[in-house]
């Protein structure tokens, strides 16, 4: 048994990308080979990582169901740190912001302070805040939500901001 107090639980890494970028993702699937090539340049376990970005017709929450392989397995959410700090003992905790440490560290275990900001226009249900997504996250000519690097309840949601200005993104781990 481990700190989940749930036998079988497993670990998903989660990280803040090292990298910032504008608005101008590619479209989500480009802003999840982001966090995918940056897990693998880190060495970070698994296959594939998820930004956990969302537009009116694609949500976080959509993506994340159809890639994990049991989204009811009990899973802890770690931090890619030396220490693999839990960040969420569970998903639904780590949806929510119950957040057992800031989520503020990038693939390396790097203490994220360059950018306050992630591109997220994801509501912690992980369903689509609003229409703000950079154009479908293929623009710098709009506005798009970003939620707070480290914040606790304003993780994902905190406010609008130009495409134009830089924002890092939420990477989460799928699968074993």
């Not at 060495?43 to 994990?68: C, D, F, K, M, V």
């Not at 939500?145 to 901001?161: A, I, N, P, R, T």
Request: with cysteine.
């Amino acid at each position: 048994m481990n700190d989940t107090g749930r036998p079988d639980a497993c670990a998903r890494h989660v990280f803040v990308s090292s990298t910032t970028t504008y608005g101008d993702l590619g479209g989500i699937a480009k802003a999840d080979k982001v966090c995918t090539s940056l897990a693998k340049e880190a060495n970070l376990p698994g296959a594939l990582y998820l930004a956990w970005i969302s537009t009116p017709t694609n949500h976080a929450i959509t993506r994340y169901l159809q890639q994990e392989s049991d989204p009811n397995k009990p899973c802890k959410y770690v931090l890619a740190d030396e220490d693999q700090t839990t960040l969420s003992l569970t998903w639904e905790d780590f949806r929510v912001g119950k957040h057992e440490a800031p989520f503020n560290r990038d693939e390396y275990g790097v203490e994220v302070n360059d950018s306050p900001f992630a591109w997220t226009n994801t509501k912690p249900d992980g369903t689509a805040k609003s229409t703000n997504d950079c154009d479908s996250w293929t623009t710098d000519g709009s506005y798009g939500e970003v939620g707070l690097v480290g914040g606790k309840e304003k993780w994902s949601v905190l406010s609008v901001q130009s495409c134009g200005a830089p924002a890092h993104l939420y990477c989460i781990q799928m699968g074993d």
